[in-house]
Antibody, heavy 117, light 110 residues
Framework: EVQLQESGPGLVKPSQSLSLTCSVT????????WGWIRKFPGNKMEWMGY???????SYNPSLKSRISITRDTSKNQFFLQLNSVTTEDTATYYC???????????WGQGVMVTVSS | DIVLTQSPVLAVSLGQRATISCRAS??????????MHWYQQKPGQQPKLLIY???NLASGIPARFSGSGSGTDFTLTIDPVQADDIAAYYC?????????FGAGTKLELK
C-alpha cells in the first residue's frame, strides 16, 4: 500500500525557510508525480508544486520565486523548501501522489506549520 | 487561474440524497474528458479522493458516491447519506496549471 508521511518543524520564524520532508513507502518516487498542497486556516487549499519521476519540477507561479522541491531517491523521500516565509504561510502542508498530473490519490496525514516570532 | 465555486454549506437528513455542486470559471473538459475531481475531508484527517475525472469512483469508495457533469458544471451525489459522510467536500480541476481547488462544501445534518 502506498503511504506518505510528512515531517518537519511545526514552528518557523518569519523571514526564515520552511523545510519539510515527505517519506514514501510502498511505491517508488522514481515513478509517477509527487506534489505538495497546503490548506490555510479558513480551509482554502493551494497546490504548491510537484516533482516528477525524473526529477523535473513545476511550481505554482504564486510561489515560484520562493519554492524548491527536491528528492532523495535512495531514501524514497522528497522535500519542500519555502523561503522568506511570512505569517501568511501558516497552513497545514500535505504531500500527495499526483498520477498523470491530474488528481491526488494518496495523501500524507499533513503537518501543521505556524509562522510566528 | 480557474476559479471553482462551491456552496459553503449543505444541510441534509440521513438516508436522503445530497447533491454538491461545483462550477468552474471556464470549461475544464477536453473532448470527452472531464478534468474535475472530488475529495472528502474530515476534521483532523487528510483529504481522500472520492471521484476522479468527474465520474470515476476511486478505489475503495462506496457506490453511494457518484459524480457527473461536464464543461463548467459538476455534481457530487451521495445517496443515501450516512452519518459517516458528514464532512467537507472539495472539487479540484486539472484542466489548466496551476490545479485549483474549490473552497469546499460542508455537509451538515438537518
Amino acid at each position: 500500500e502506498v503511504q506518505l508521511q510528512e515531517s518537519g518543524p511545526g514552528l518557523v520564524k518569519p523571514s526564515q525557510s520552511l523545510s519539510l520532508t515527505c517519506s514514501v513507502t510502498g511505491y517508488s518516487i522514481t515513478s509517477n508525480y509527487w506534489g505538495w498542497i497546503r490548506k490555510f486556516p479558513g480551509n482554502k487549499m493551494e497546490w504548491m508544486g510537484y516533482i516528477s519521476y525524473s526529477g523535473s519540477t513545476s511550481y505554482n507561479p504564486s510561489l515560484k520565486s520562493r519554492i524548491s522541491i527536491t528528492r532523495d531517491t535512495s531514501k524514497n523521500q522528497f522535500f519542500l523548501q519555502l523561503n522568506s516565509v511570512t505569517t501568511e504561510d501558516t497552513a497545514t502542508y500535505y504531500c500527495a501522489r499526483y498520477p498523470y498530473r491530474d488528481y491526488f490519490d494518496y495523501w500524507g496525514q499533513g503537518v501543521m506549520v505556524t509562522v510566528s516570532s | 487561474d480557474i476559479v471553482l465555486t462551491q456552496s459553503p454549506v449543505l444541510a441534509v437528513s440521513l438516508g436522503q440524497r445530497a447533491t454538491i455542486s461545483c462550477r468552474a470559471s471556464q470549461s475544464v473538459s477536453i473532448s470527452s474528458i472531464n478534468l474535475m475531481h472530488w475529495y472528502q475531508q474530515k476534521p483532523g484527517q487528510q483529504p481522500k479522493l472520492l471521484i476522479y475525472r468527474a465520474s470515476n469512483l476511486a478505489s475503495g469508495i462506496p457506490a453511494r458516491f457518484s459524480g457527473s457533469g461536464s464543461g463548467t458544471d459538476f455534481t457530487l451525489t451521495i445517496d443515501p447519506v450516512q452519518a459517516d459522510d458528514i464532512a467537507a467536500y472539495y472539487c479540484q480541476q486539472s484542466r489548466e496549471s496551476p490545479p485549483t481547488f474549490g473552497a469546499g462544501t460542508k455537509l451538515e445534518l438537518k
